[in-house]
């Protein structure tokens, strides 16, 4: 006899039920990775082809940009698919870590059709230009695929009692794996995740996920290390300067996500919303024909190549002071060839360009992420205000990117590691990352309490 809460276990088919639960969740893991993987390619076409319309079709900017804007904001007729995603998985795990609802659907499940919206409303707000990053689709849509399945056929294939907690988790396991390539940082993700919320069956799912992580990890195959720059090191004589920009990142990360919050509020409740929409819409039209569309993108290839623009510009200075001019001569002419990039990518205008479009892109209720969004964005802050400092300009744009992606994912310690991880690093930039991450992250927090 079962219900919603009690297991009773019969021990002779308690093993062929616990084995046929695993079968049927590897295959839900390679339907939704399969899935995941292919809309990731699919995004990655589309960012692609709107890159060439919006670089070579300028005249036409303020008909299509506003038009596909307004589209993509429509995802809010569908049930849970537009604005917060990290909020509403957030509320998924708070309502199923109470004992009577281990078991339970969340009030946030959602069936076929929503599922579906979240990939195609998210493929119309890339094609306007917004500025969101895919990853908050792939790990929402990994979560939500998973509960759609088990909770549409558990009852046909009889593996009830699955903990509702699990296949959240799994669901961050496939995502963060398809999106980063580390199943070590996807770990401690979901570790800090347990318990920041307080897990009651923490040794139990931690153990899950030890097991589920390297069979995900087989399944996507995605090369680590997607951020490629040389290794870093760290001059402890310069701790005032990073704790001091630590900490303007932290503000930094309040006023985007409070400005953010308040406006999508007021506009989802707003008689007049499609006005305000197509409002935003002309804004960022305005912004992509004024400042240029390569400087408002976001995404890892255009952090790699800010940081090899760089350190191209660092090793031509540094010729020019050893004096090596053959070696300098032949770089330049390179550079006229552009075959040797120094341009550099993180404008003041592209910044705050970038910060606007995250800003009115989520409170317009468009379909996206905001974590890659938050790595661009710290980085080109980190080039910018390293011209106000005595540390090297690729080194603060590291730390850009640990200090708001830290207070955008909710979680200090995976964001040190996580940055360190995909950037390559060695293990001894660990512990000053994990300080810029917890001062940053904090300073958002506490201004939060107050404001």
Same mark, same amino acid.
């Given at each position: 006899?079962?219900?919603?809460?009690?297991?009773?276990?019969?021990?002779?088919?308690?093993?062929?039920?616990?084995?046929?639960?695993?079968?049927?969740?590897?295959?839900?893991?390679?339907?939704?990775?399969?899935?995941?993987? #292919?809309?990731?390619?699919?995004?990655?076409?589309?960012l692609?082809? !709107?890159?060439?319309?919006?670089?070579?079709?300028?005249?036409?900017?303020y008909?299509?940009?506003?038009?596909?804007?307004?589209?993509?904001?429509?995802?809010?007729?569908?049930?849970?698919?537009?604005?917060?995603?990290?909020?509403?998985?957030?509320?998924?795990?708070?309502s199923?870590?109470?004992?009577?609802?281990y078991?339970?659907?969340?009030?946030?499940?959602?069936?076929?059709?929503?599922?579906?919206?979240?990939?195609?409303?998210?493929?119309?707000?890339?094609?306007?230009?917004?500025?969101?990053?895919?990853?908050?689709?792939?790990?929402?849509?990994?979560?939500?695929?998973?509960?759609?399945?088990?909770?549409?056929?558990?009852?046909?294939?009889?593996i009830?009692?699955?903990?509702?907690?699990?296949?959240?988790?799994?669901?961050?396991?496939?995502?963060f794996t398809?999106i980063?390539?580390?199943?070590i !940082?996807?770990l401690?993700?979901?570790?800090?995740?347990?318990?920041?919320y307080?897990?009651?069956?923490?040794?139990?799912?931690?153990?899950?996920?030890?097991?589920a992580?390297?069979?995900?990890?087989?399944?996507?195959?995605?090369?680590?290390?997607?951020?490629?720059?040389?290794?870093?090191?760290?001059?402890?004589?310069?701790?005032?300067?990073?704790?001091i920009?630590?900490? @303007?990142?932290?503000?930094?990360?309040?006023?985007?996500?409070?400005?953010?919050?308040?406006?999508?509020?007021?506009?989802? #409740?707003?008689?007049?919303?499609?006005?305000?929409?197509?409002?935003?819409?002309?804004?960022?039209?305005?912004?992509?024909?004024?400042?240029?569309?390569?400087?408002?993108?976001?995404?890892?290839?255009?952090?790699?190549?800010?940081?090899?623009?760089?350190?191209?510009?660092?090793?031509?200075?540094?010729?020019?002071?050893?004096?090596?001019?053959?070696?300098?001569?032949?770089?330049?002419? @390179?550079?006229?060839?552009?075959k040797?990039?120094?341009?550099?990518?993180?404008?003041?205008?592209?910044?705050?360009?970038?910060?606007?479009?995250?800003?009115?892109?989520?409170?317009?209720?468009?379909?996206?992420?905001?974590?890659?969004p938050?790595?661009?964005?710290?980085?080109?802050?980190?080039?910018?205000?390293?011209?106000?400092?005595?540390?090297?300009?690729?080194?603060?744009?590291?730390?850009?990117?640990?200090?708001?992606?830290?207070?955008?994912?909710?979680?200090?310690?995976?964001?040190?590691?996580?940055?360190?991880?995909?950037?390559?690093?060695?293990?001894?930039?660990?512990?000053?990352?994990?300080?810029?991450?917890?001062?940053?992250?904090?300073?958002?927090?506490f201004?939060?309490?107050?404001f």
């Amino acid at each position: 006899m079962e219900n919603s809460s009690i297991t009773t276990i019969n021990p002779i088919n308690s093993p062929i039920k616990t084995i046929k639960t695993i079968v049927v969740f590897i295959i839900f893991i390679y339907i939704v990775v399969t899935m995941n993987k #292919n809309f990731f390619h699919i995004y990655e076409d589309i960012l692609k082809n !709107t890159d060439e319309i919006l670089t070579n079709h300028t005249k036409y900017i303020y008909i299509y940009v506003p038009l596909v804007f307004w589209f993509a904001s429509k995802a809010k007729y569908f049930k849970y698919t537009n604005g917060y995603f990290e909020l509403y998985i957030s509320k998924m795990l708070k309502s199923v870590m109470d004992h009577k609802h281990y078991y339970s659907k969340t009030q946030f499940f959602h069936g076929a059709l929503s599922n579906i919206a979240i990939y195609i409303f998210s493929l119309l707000a890339v094609a306007s230009g917004a500025g969101l990053g895919d990853e908050g689709v792939i790990i929402y849509s990994s979560i939500s695929l998973l509960l759609y399945f088990y909770f549409k056929t558990k009852d046909i294939l009889g593996i009830h009692n699955v903990y509702t907690e699990v296949i959240i988790y799994l669901g961050y396991a496939i995502s963060f794996t398809i999106i980063f390539g580390s199943a070590i !940082t996807t770990l401690f993700y979901i570790l800090e995740t347990m318990l920041h919320y307080k897990d009651a069956n923490f040794f139990s799912n931690f153990g899950i996920m030890i097991c589920a992580i390297p069979f995900i990890k087989f399944l996507v195959k995605e090369e680590e290390n997607p951020i490629v720059i040389d290794k870093i090191t760290f001059e402890y004589n310069n701790i005032g300067y990073i704790s001091i920009f630590a900490i @303007l990142m932290g503000i930094l990360s309040f006023v985007i996500l409070k400005n953010t919050h308040f406006l999508f509020t007021f506009i989802k #409740n707003s008689k007049f919303n499609n006005l305000y929409v197509i409002g935003f819409g002309f804004l960022l039209a305005f912004m992509i024909k004024q400042i240029g569309f390569p400087s408002m993108s976001f995404g890892l290839s255009e952090i790699n190549e800010g940081f090899q623009a760089t350190i191209n510009k660092q090793k031509l200075k540094k010729l020019e002071e050893d004096k090596n001019y053959s070696e300098l001569n032949r770089l330049k002419q @390179l550079e006229k060839e552009g075959k040797f990039d120094t341009t550099d990518r993180f404008s003041v205008y592209g910044i705050f360009g970038r910060i606007i479009s995250v800003i009115i892109s989520i409170s317009a209720g468009l379909t996206g992420g905001i974590l890659l969004p938050a790595l661009t964005i710290g980085c080109g802050i980190g080039s910018w205000l390293s011209k106000y400092t005595n540390i090297d300009q690729h080194k603060l744009m590291f730390l850009g990117m640990v200090a708001l992606v830290s207070s955008f994912l909710n979680s200090p310690f995976t964001s040190a590691v996580l940055i360190n991880k995909i950037c390559n690093q060695p293990y001894d930039s660990i512990p000053l990352s994990i300080g810029v991450s917890f001062i940053s992250y904090f300073t958002c927090r506490f201004l939060q309490s107050k404001f």
